[in-house]
T-cell receptor, first 109, second 113 residues
């Protein structure tokens, strides 16, 4: 069954609008990682969250790990066309990584 | 450091054939994982090798196999290809700790006709 649920599947925004993708698990996670895959490319590591309630920022990107360590979110402020791609969360469980289905972000200039 | 490399980048095969894909990890990385990416199923874990031993395995049939060599390079083999095996096969390396960051290669695009 699906180990990690990610929503939404698609998001179309106007350049300058904000974007958020959510990742949820039914069980507690030891950590969660986020990856970005550009069209035609391969997943590239963005960040890892480990602590309960952790918040990390990378320029316009803000990553959060829930207090119960069962959910996480990635928020992009003021999207740019360079943000286009698919964003995946990945949870490590039972000695393997489970990737969310990804959120495909399209940004209209 | 050079990144993860995968060869070939593109492959076209017919049903029933077999295929071998190759992955060279980042220098110093001892863990190599393989993933299958399809539009319908997303990124699915195939298996992980560490120090020439399969450490973890996903839920794929036995037609999918792999191995790792002493220099950490890894190969993945798919026998008796089916149309549904058409996918992007991604290899990822990491230093070795089981929940390490995965550094992905560019992938091999396999098309089965």
């Amino acid at each position: 069954g699906q180990q990690v649920m990610q929503i939404p599947q698609y998001q179309h925004v106007q350049e300058g609008e904000d974007f958020t993708t959510y990742c949820n698990s039914s069980t507690t996670l030891s950590n969660i990682q986020w990856y970005k895959q550009r069209p035609g490319g391969h997943p590239v590591f963005l960040i890892q969250l480990v602590k309960s309630g952790e918040v990390k920022k990378q320029k316009r990107l803000t990553f959060q790990f829930g207090e119960a360590k069962k959910n996480s979110s990635l928020h992009i402020t003021a999207t740019q066309t360079t943000d286009v791609g698919t964003y995946f969360c990945a949870a490590y469980k039972v000695r393997k990584f489970y990737f969310g289905s990804g959120t495909k972000l399209n940004v209209k200039p | 450091k050079a990144g993860v490399t995968q060869t070939p980048r593109y492959l076209i095969k017919t049903r029933g054939q077999q295929v071998t894909l190759s992955c060279s990890p980042i220098s110093g990385h001892r863990s190599v994982s393989w993933y299958q990416q399809t539009p319908g199923q997303g990124l699915q874990f195939l298996f992980e090798y560490f120090s020439e031993t399969q450490r973890n395995k996903g839920n794929f049939p036995g037609r999918f196999s792999g191995r790792q060599f002493s220099n950490s390079r890894s190969e993945m083999n798919v026998s008796t290809l089916e149309l549904g095996d058409s996918a992007l096969y991604l290899c990822a390396s990491s230093p070795g700790t089981t929940d390490d960051t995965q550094y992905f290669g560019p992938g091999t695009r396999l098309t089965v006709l």
